[in-house]
């Protein structure tokens, strides 16, 4: 309903609006300040009316939105487009969050000015988490069918058409494109099978068909080979709303391999039992018996194989318990094979069994079956003659052997290996001990019998060669060297023993290698900063005896750009065929890891592979050869300003102390290219300073503490007429000054000997009799100790500005006088009003317009320093304010130049004028017309306003204060008349001067 329209009801509307409460409805100024607040706002955000209503509508938006200013891109919107759709967190009176869908339209008045705003809300956060969580929900639906390793198919139609497959379905079928065919179509192979008739089956019954142990064959094309699998599956009616059976959901799981597994059991046991037969190793399956408590106290023989009765000899013993058959066997004999049954560890030993005819035996237990049934098969050897003879050798090397295996030292025993023309081509590994293992980082056991070669793949040809020297001189050697593959070094001696064969002891001292290097890299890189003066070849230089040390493939310094963002490397050192990294890129575009860079962080990557910063996209770094990196940030002033990197493309990795170093000598380069800068800008400054004191115009001196001159600058030399220097050293600086002067001068010394500055003004002579008046700065010049060493002086010489001093202060008299002329003005104006108006808002309004019309004539007078205006200008700013669109008032007349209490005059009186012609003259319709005109009439001054086409004039009742200021106080201004004609065609106004008046003539 338009409001125009007699219906219309601006309360009801309200009212309307007010009972509202699913929708929030709020009203705003143009700057967003509440005024009005209905009752679903009050619901919906918590805050009453009462609350709201003129505060500002950020308060319910997010922090983050407030600092964005998101309110007032809204109003922007909605005054461009005419409203602005948002979806979006607010915030409630209690600071919880909700979801909201508004609206923003700006509210305009009956004219269509824009008044404000008005904001409609809707909480919608039960409807927004409700859609999320539907969308989660089908997202990791989605995710199980997608990364689900079983295979799964829906099939949709009575002819079971494929709707969708799984990956693991595709592979199943050989990759086949069976989306849209059915299954008839796509898995010919199938239907032979009467695949097809279990899913007409299942769609025709609606009942679910599971599988186990399922044979099928699948051939993906004619000539592809023919696939014989056995498939566990299950056929699931999918179901319509009305409970009708629309399509089948497959799923199913490939279990070929367990099938053929079982049957390799099968003939893996039968070929056992008929090994373990004939075998002369005894083997049996017993089953352990635990007390109350756990304990292990009887086992029951469930099997055993002929070898088994002979070595115990306990024959026909299958079925009972040991106890029974071999009363005197030892408790330990139960608690090993007890711990056996329940924990699954495995043993392997050697025993005694007294109940068993005092025979020793080897043994090894395991746990078989299920774990509850607590059976533990074991393969046992009759060794008590073997151990007789063994123990009489153990007993003999006991002692060596506990020798060799204390030994923080690695040891091998190794032989030459020969080619046909006895040239000696590897070594093979007889014997390591533990430290060996721990030293290279491999099992003992792995090594023995193996060449090295063998063991180390691609191991420098030095390791075999140099050994075999020792095997044909016969003499020992020492040496330190590096197995490449391992990255490790090694300190050791290696020594024949005759027959091709050698000893060799040995330790790891990678650490002591890699810290010797960078100690000699360290020295390296602080005599070559030494000797350079260059930032860019100390940088290069650095970059260079870093990467040889750590023997990577590249290092180098960028600078980063203000943004944090533009990444510039000028050069870099590179290993052989490693690339450079010249050039500008982006920092964000090399991983997660820049925002650290910008934070001043040290990152540090073992594989960019592996770490979360990089692993999501490792092609831009592995493009530019990098697998592991260390950058280094370089900051200044809070923000990083430049990045040390090291790169290498193997991963690996980065020692502390590796780390260290980068981070020392990158300390160490910036140190001395801060430290030659620093000189370079001491060199600069100290010439800089020298053209200062010489092209200053400051008297510039130092003192002793006699206050005797022992320098000047040579601007000052300047300034002061000082031809010479040497006729004015030494010579008391005081005695410069004379009167008052001196007085000041000498203070100033004093205040200066006891550690403060002093300032103070004179007039001193220069050697050329020049008068000048200086200001003076006097201020002690410290030692180390903070006691005065010296004094400095510096004189300025401020005459010019003196002499301003003093012409202002006039200025400011005459400024004085004429202020307190137009305040009089001012207050008669103001007086009159007031005694005239007939209410305080009409007096205000009075007063204000006629005060801003003297405002406007007095810019005018400003620009001619108050001397004269002229009679255009008066005019053109007195009638500005009250000019029509279509300039229905004219003006004319020549160049005449007024007083300052004439254009004030006569500025009161158009103002007048033009206020009474726009409320009931020639101004008030839209075909009036106002002419102004002044001129010189014989010799004297006339102005003229002449309103036309305006409502008939009738003359006033009684007489008010515009017209006795038009008519009587102007006219007095020029020592003519003023009158007002009152002609019903239109309102006339003449204002005469005396043509006594000069200053009227332009």
Not at 266 to 291: I, S
Request: with cysteine; net charge negative; aromatic share 8%.
């Amino acid at each position: 309903m338009r409001r125009d329209e007699p219906s219309y009801s601006p309360a009801r509307d309200r009212q309307i609006i007010q009972s509202i409460t699913e929708f929030a409805i709020i009203a705003t100024d143009r700057e967003g300040i509440v005024t009005d607040w209905n009752a679903g706002a009050e619901q919906i955000l918590g805050w009453s009316a009462w609350e709201m209503v003129g505060r500002t509508a950020e308060l319910f938006f997010t922090p983050e939105d407030r600092e964005s200013g998101r309110a007032f891109k809204e109003m922007a919107i909605a005054l461009e487009t005419g409203r602005a759709l948002d979806e979006r967190w607010h915030l409630k009176r209690d600071g919880s969050p909700f979801w909201a869908s508004g609206e923003m339209m700006p509210l305009l008045d009956e004219e269509d000015r824009h008044t404000g705003f008005v904001k409609v809300l809707r909480d919608r956060t039960e409807q927004t988490v409700a859609q999320r969580a539907r969308r989660d929900d089908q997202e990791q639906l989605e995710a199980i069918f997608s990364q689900s390793p079983s295979f799964m198919a829906l099939l949709r139609g009575p002819e079971h058409r494929f709707e969708r497959v799984n990956p693991g379905y595709s592979k199943l079928v050989g990759g086949r494109d069976v989306v849209g065919r059915t299954v008839a179509e796509a898995l010919p192979e199938a239907a032979a099978q009467g695949f097809v008739d279990l899913l007409d089956d299942v769609y025709r019954r609606g009942l679910a068909h599971h599988a186990t142990d399922t044979p099928i064959t699948l051939q993906a094309g004619p000539n592809a080979p023919a696939k014989h699998l056995y498939l566990d599956f299950v056929y699931q009616p999918i179901r319509d709303a009305d409970g009708l059976v629309v399509g089948i959901f497959v799923e199913g799981v490939d279990v070929t391999e367990r099938i053929f597994g079982a049957r390799r059991l099968r003939e893996t046991e039968d070929r056992y039992r008929a090994l373990a037969e004939n075998v002369d190793v005894g083997m049996c399956v017993v089953e352990m018996k635990f007390d109350e408590t756990g304990k292990s106290i009887d086992y029951r023989i469930v099997d055993g194989n002929p070898a088994y009765e002979r070595h115990t000899g306990l024959y026909g013993s299958v079925g009972k318990w040991v106890t029974e058959v071999a009363p005197g066997l030892e408790p330990h004999w139960f608690d090993t094979y007890g711990h056996v049954a329940l924990s699954g560890e495995p043993a392997r030993f050697e025993l005694g069994a007294t109940g068993l005819g005092n025979r020793m035996f080897e043994v090894e237990a395991h746990r078989v079956g299920v774990p509850d049934r607590h059976h533990v098969a074991i393969l046992f050897t009759d060794v008590t003659d073997r151990r007789r003879v063994a123990a009489d050798l153990a007993d003999s090397e006991r002692k060596w052997r506990s020798l060799f295996e204390r030994l923080q030292e690695g040891f091998i025993l190794g032989k030459v290996v020969r080619d046909a023309e006895g040239r000696v081509t590897d070594w093979r590994y007889e014997e390591v001990n533990q430290a060996w293992g721990d030293l290279v980082g491999i099992s003992p056991k792995s090594a023995a019998g193996r060449t090295i070669r063998e063991v180390f793949p691609g191991i420098e040809d030095e390791w075999v060669n140099e050994f075999a020297v020792v095997v044909d001189s016969g003499e020992t050697i020492r040496f330190t060297r590096q197995v490449g593959s391992l990255g490790r070094w090694y300190d050791g001696v290696c020594q024949p023993i005759g027959d091709d064969r050698f000893t060799v002891l040995f330790l790891e001292v990678t650490d002591r290698v890699r810290a010797e290097a960078r100690r000699e890299a360290m020295a390296d890189l602080s005599q070559a900063l030494s000797a350079m003066t260059a930032p860019d070849e100390m940088s290069a230089a650095a970059a260079r005896i870093i990467g040889q040390a750590l023997g990577v493939g590249r290092v180098g310094y960028g600078t980063v750009g203000t943004d944090g963002e533009a990444f510039t490397v000028p050069n870099d050192w590179t290993a052989e065929g490693y690339p450079t990294l010249a050039g500008t890129y982006r920092m964000d575009d090399y991983g997660g890891y820049a925002e650290d860079l910008r934070q001043g962080r040290t990152v540090v990557i073992p594989d960019i592979r592996l770490d979360p910063r990089t692993a999501s996209d490792t092609a831009p770094l592995e493009s530019v050869s990098v697998r592991r990196l260390i950058n280094l940030p370089i900051v200044e002033n809070g923000r990083t300003v430049a990045v040390l990197y090291v790169n290498d493309d193997e991963p690996g990795e980065w020692l502390p102390e590796e780390v260290a170093f980068v981070a020392d000598a990158a300390g160490r380069t910036r140190t001395a290219i801060q430290r030659r800068r620093a000189e370079e800008e001491l060199r600069e400054n100290e010439a800089f300073m020298r053209s200062v004191l010489a092209s200053s115009s400051d008297c510039i001196k130092v003192l002793d503490l006699d206050a005797n001159i022992v320098f000047m600058s040579e601007g000052g030399q300047r300034v002061m007429d000082v031809s010479d220097f040497n006729a004015i050293a030494g010579c008391p600086w005081p005695d410069f000054w004379q009167g008052e002067g001196n007085v000041a001068a000498k203070e100033a010394i004093a205040s200066a000997l006891a550690g403060k500055p002093a300032a103070f003004q004179g007039y001193a002579d220069t050697m050329k009799g020049t008068r000048r008046y200086w200001d003076v700065q006097v201020s002690p010049i410290c030692g180390v100790d903070g006691r005065p060493e010296r004094i400095l002086s510096v004189s300025r010489d401020i005459s010019e500005l003196k002499a301003s001093e003093e012409a202002r202060a006039v200025l400011n008299q005459e400024l004085s006088h004429r202020m307190k002329n137009l305040l009089a003005m001012v207050q008669a104006i103001t007086a009159q009003t007031m005694r005239q108006a007939r209410s305080l808002e009409e007096a205000n309004e009075a007063v204000f317009t006629r005060i801003s019309a003297l405002a406007r004539t007095q810019d005018i007078l400003t620009r001619s320093n108050f001397e004269e205006a002229d009679i255009g200008e008066v005019v053109n700013a007195a009638i500005g304010p009250h000019q029509t669109k279509d300039h229905r008032i004219e003006a004319d007349g020549p160049r005449l130049g007024l007083t300052a209490q004439q254009a004030l005059g006569l500025s009161l009186a158009i103002h007048e004028l033009a206020t009474n012609a726009a409320k009931y003259g020639a101004l008030s319709n839209e075909t009036g017309r106002v002419a102004m005109s002044w001129g010189l009439v014989d010799g004297a001054f006339e102005f003229r306003w002449i309103e036309t086409g305006g409502p008939a004039v009738t003359p006033p009742t009684r007489r008010g204060f515009g017209s006795k200021l038009i008519e009587r106080i102007v006219a007095s201004y020029f020592d003519g008349a003023g009158h007002i004609d009152f002609d019903p065609a239109g309102i006339r106004f003449t204002l005469t001067g005396a043509p006594a008046r000069p200053a009227c003539l332009a």
